[in-house]
Nanobody, 114 residues
Framework: VQLAESGGGLVQPGGSLRLSCTAS????????VNWYRQAPGKQREWVAK???????NYANSGKGRFTVSRDNAKNTVYLQMNSLKPEDTAVYSC?????????WGQGTLVTVSS
């Protein structure tokens, strides 16, 4: 399975973006999908998770602003991000586990700036 993120870009503070994580080679429905982000000069941090049963969890930094969802027909998991702040600027990546192997996408850059 391979993952590809898209949807990043430049957005003003208070704006919104929807990121996509699209799987190829397998159905994304069988995986729990995690979103992570890495800001310049900082360690990668976990952002959100959606399980195979569509249960969701969020880091405190995104609670109330971020929503993770999936569309199995499109083989895609989304991260809807609202009320974006400059500190949300980062490369956002999605991850699944193929057995014991972590599979990452290439990431998509989100820049929040006026």
């Amino acid at each position: 399975v391979q993952l590809a993120e898209s949807g990043g870009g430049l957005v003003q503070p208070g704006g919104s973006l929807r990121l996509s994580c699209t799987a190829s080679g397998s159905s994304i429905s069988i995986y729990a999908v995690n979103w992570y982000r890495q800001a310049p000069g900082k360690q990668r941090e976990w952002v959100a998770k959606i399980t195979q049963g569509d249960s969701t969890n969020y880091a405190n930094s995104g609670k109330g602003r971020f929503t993770v969802s999936r569309d199995n027909a499109k083989n895609t998991v989304y991260l809807q991000m609202n009320s974006l702040k400059p500190e949300d600027t980062a490369v956002y990546s999605c991850k699944i586990y193929e057995g014991l192997l972590a599979v990452w996408g290439q990431g998509t850059l989100v820049t929040v700036s006026s």
